[in-house]
């Protein structure tokens, strides 16, 4: 999901991903991941954040709780703010997650004692917001579209149209341009950007990229971020104190929710993909249905998780992506380092970028599998990943084990 914005140019992937390259291929990787994958890795770590937090503070569930656990989880958070910033101004990646989880994190620790009935509505609140403003929004797109379409059949009748019909066509006409990119401020950004990595400067790369960085957070995206992903933690300890996480409900529990999930989840989102496929100003469902849908995927790999885990396979499966997880900190900056230091920088192998939709998915399959093959064999050495060590280091603001311990002799 992320390297075509590692890749660039950033705008032009935001805005029409056509320009990306739109082969058949293109078209398919697009859309397989616009419906499977976009926004649900987020939604499944917002989970596990809700429920990290039920772990660590297992024991301050109380209000006389000690005061300890309370330290420990904050100070925990503040170094994770630190490593997102980090991972923003100094790896250079504007994406970055983890100063907003941590955000969240923070704030979160207040909510552990609500009940079930508490929680999920909670965490249902910014989709419901969602489904609120989208009906405003396709409610007013479709008054906009009547009132088009109105004015064009005057036009062809040669008759005067009213102010209201003229806005109108107006507005349509600049939607139309905003959805091909050639939106001004689009434009201008993706020039600016174009210029920056054809410099082959890692100066102006790096200048570009932070400025990238503080264009999103001017436009409100970091609240916007936090609005999305502290409900979605809410539902995540909502799931863990049902024991949906740890795989404690029954077979046919989870082969329900995983049908019923991504039934709704992904069938929404492929309707959403059909309708920008238009690349017209047509009102869509999608802008009322995108957040719950994203949860409902979410939690369709949740359960598809748990499933895997209890069948035959889940030696197996554990055996390889176990140690990705027990590292995936680690493997977050990696990826980081891959795309914006090795693959795409200046001073890297400074790859084209807009190769393509399904050329940039294999290029970042690759990726994950030579990081799958070092997780599974840097585990088999040490207790965790560098990272993961260095920030439960600074954490506990003691060393922690690092290598792995051999067992006493028999």
Known sequence: MNI??????????LSDPRTMGWSPADQITWMVIETTWEGTQRGMLEFLFGAGLLVTAAKAMEPDGPVAVADLYIRRNLWLLLFGLFDIFCLLWPGDILHIYALCALALFPFRRLSVRWLIPLGLSFAAFGLVFGAIQYHGRS?????????????????????????????WRKIEQRIAGKDPTIEKEAKKEAEARASRSMADYAGWMIGAYLTILGKGELLGGVLEAFPAMLLGMALWKLGFIQGRRSTREYLLVLLLAYGFGMGARYIGCVERLAFMPQPKTIWLTDEFARLAVSLGHLAAINLLVRGSLSGRVVGVFGPAGQMAFTLYFMEQIAGLWIM????????????????LALQATIVIAVLLVFANVWMRVFASGPLEWLWRSLSYWERQPFRRVAPAAG
């Not at 005057?154 to 209201?164: S, V």
């Not at 795409?344 to 050329?359: E, M, V």
């Open 4 to 13: 075509p914005f590692m890749a660039g140019p950033i705008w032009n992937a």
């Open 143 to 171: 008054a906009t579209q009547t009132a088009y379409h109105s004015a064009m059949a005057k036009q062809q009748a040669h008759q005067p149209l009213t102010k209201e019909e003229a806005k109108a066509v107006q507005e």
């Open 344 to 359: 795409f920088s200046p001073i890297g192998l400074d790859l084209p970028g807009g190769q393509g939709w399904a050329h």
